[in-house]
């Protein structure tokens, strides 16, 4: 007969996701007694570094928050502060900032599924391992992210931390050669889109069927990206106003960032809602490609995350062809705004999914107080819900190394951003 | 034959030297290209190069007294600490996205890697003195390291 193992298993540092955070597990007679996502970055406060300044600062410093997905915090906040002010983006505006977002969904999906991602499912540790077996898909991932990188730096001026765009639009619009030569490398970049799509399809993901209420924004007939209701597998349909109404978010001792709860159970933000709960504004082009490979949408299979993942890179080279095709030099590249009291919000669909702001300004503009509320907070109490129900379908009895592989996998297939997420601070004190 | 001059770095105090460089060697040279990266990630989206790649880039190794230069060729890069550390968690060491690089075989037949060291960084527009002294000797290096085709008149 033999015994049962009692396994502890503490990984100090996960590797290949953004930021730094940690895994403790513990197993006692084939139960699960701990299970804990650490996330240990020190607080970075920056919601009380917004308030006192002016409004026309935000869109930058929110930029300085994540090196990955800079865009959708300027969005957010643009979109807040101008719901605040009472303004409304010009087409042309609104058109280049789904460009925008076409920018930074191709440069961190592509990031995460040939840097991160792909070596966990084929096998290897590293991305430059990887690179020796499959260097074709390597070189197309750097194309990918690379063109990605392009479109923001067209828009923000540079692709790391951007600095153009505007409370009422951007700083500059790109000239018509400049807009015409996007559009070239876009034409060009679409095949090696269609191609990820497949490969990703192609790959042997680890089985899974799991319940999870996803999260995401809907827009009345395009994919959503700067706008939209919120809405869930499980029927929520709210203006994004009523976040409050629905979502709690709390502090747990283990993290630094809050995690956060839709109507007190864990819930997914990211790809795969985002893709689950928008099938349907797909445009054909990617719906046909989509229903090529074979796979049942939506999905329960978290592991999908990194087709949803391709299919966005596929989604964002068609949609930003599509916007180039009808790019005309504005004769402004922003309206000015015109700071009144009030209150903001702004929710976008950043590469991991929603990303909340709210902001309240006083007359002149100034920030009296912000939220923030970014995905990867959002998924934290969902990771750790998915490790305890994929560790109890799997064998608990496996040896250390491949238990702590699979619990990295899973961490890593939610693509966590913990830098953006540490923006919390458990204050207490004791006065005597 | 063209030098790819691949500063990396920033706009802002000590750390602008990679940059100022690449610049510099272009406006002289009428055979160096400059490209200017804010991480070894925008790097790999430079390349493939077909000829020589020098890459500037501003280091603190702890070891050396501001202004000093390393200069290494790849894959000699074992010996400097500061380059097998990615700045952030987002991105990839500087000594890793060359791993990554070679193994596409996006690099060309000689890479050389020049570090100069800097004291604490500061956000000031300016290089500090011991910095700056370095700036002349490394443009001197690169005529030596690689020849001059063609020297352009700046005035």
């Known amino acids: 007969m033999s015994e049962r193992r009692t396994v502890d298993i503490h990984v100090p540092v996960l590797a290949r996701v953004e930021g730094e955070g940690a895994l403790e597990l513990a197993v006692r007679d084939g139960t699960i007694e701990k299970l804990m996502l650490r996330i240990y970055e020190p607080p970075r406060l920056f919601e009380q570094f917004l308030v006192g300044r002016e409004y026309h600062e935000v869109p930058d410093m929110v930029a300085r928050i994540c090196g990955i997905c800079p865009v959708a915090y300027q969005m957010s906040a643009v979109h807040a502060i101008e719901q605040a002010f009472g303004m409304q983006p010009d087409p042309w505006v609104r058109d280049m900032r789904r460009l925008y977002y076409c920018g930074e969904w191709l440069e961190s999906h592509a990031l995460h599924i040939h840097m991160l991602a792909a070596p966990d499912f084929l096998g290897y540790p590293s991305v430059t391992a990887l690179a020796q077996d499959y260097p074709a898909e390597v070189r197309r991932g750097l194309r990918l992210q690379g063109l990605g990188n392009a479109i923001v730096a067209a828009l ?40 990820l799509v497949r490969w990703t399809a192609s790959l042997e993901l680890p089985a899974s069927d799991q319940e999870f209420t996803t999260v995401a924004l809907r827009h009345g007939d395009e994919y959503p990206m700067n706008e939209g209701r919120l809405v869930s597998s499980a029927g929520l349909d709210i203006d994004i106003r009523e976040f409050d109404d629905h979502f709690r978010e709390h502090q747990v001792p283990h993290s630094t960032a809050l995690h956060s709860h839709l109507h007190d159970r864990p819930y997914l933000v990211g790809p795969l809602a985002r893709l689950n709960l928008n099938l349907d504004r797909l445009p054909a082009q990617v719906q046909d490609l989509l229903d090529d490979t074979g796979l049942s949408w939506p999905s329960r299979n978290m592991f999908h995350s990194v087709v949803a993942r391709a299919v966005e890179i596929h989604y964002g080279c068609v949609e930003a062809i599509r916007l180039l095709e009808r790019y005309q030099t504005p004769t402004a590249p922003r309206l000015e705004p015109t700071p009144r009291a009030g209150v903001g919000f702004g929710c976008t669909e950043a590469p991991r999914g929603i990303l909340w702001h709210r902001y309240e300004f006083d007359e002149r503009g100034t920030v009296i107080d912000s939220r923030i509320v970014p995905p990867t907070s959002q998924n934290q109490a969902r990771i750790e819900q998915d490790l305890k129900w994929t560790l109890e379908a799997g064998d608990l009895e496996s040896d250390d190394r491949e238990l702590r592989q699979l619990c990295e996998t899973v961490i890593r297939n939610y693509d966590p951003c913990i830098s953006c997420a540490t923006h919390f601070l458990d204050l207490r004190i004791d006065r005597q | 034959m063209t030098l790819y001059v691949v500063g990396i770095g920033s706009d802002v105090g000590d750390d602008q030297v990679g940059w100022l460089i690449a610049n510099r060697l272009q406006d002289r040279r009428a055979d160096a290209q400059a490209h200017c990266c804010r991480s070894p990630m925008e790097l790999l989206a430079r390349l493939p190069v077909d000829d020589s790649l020098l890459i500037v880039d501003a280091v603190r190794s702890g070891h050396h007294p501001p202004g000093t230069i390393h200069r290494l060729q790849w894959p000699a890069t074992t010996r400097l600490a500061a380059w097998q550390q990615p700045a952030s968690s987002h991105g990839l060491s500087l000594a890793d996205a060359l791993s990554l690089a070679d193994q596409l075989t996006l690099l060309p037949r000689t890479t050389l890697l020049w570090g100069i060291e800097i004291p604490e960084p500061t956000p000031t527009p300016d290089l500090s003195a011991p910095v700056l002294s370095a700036v002349d000797s490394l443009i001197r290096s690169a005529d030596r390291y690689f020849p001059v085709q063609t020297v352009m008149d700046c005035g």
């Not at chain 1, 500059?172 to 679409?190: D, N």
């Open chain 1, 156 to 195: 923000g001026a540079r692709s790391v931390h951007p600095v153009g765009a505007r409370v009422g639009g951007f700083s500059r619009a790109p000239t018509a050669a400049e807009a015409r030569a996007l559009l070239e490398s876009l034409r060009e970049a679409l095949p090696d889109a269609e191609e």
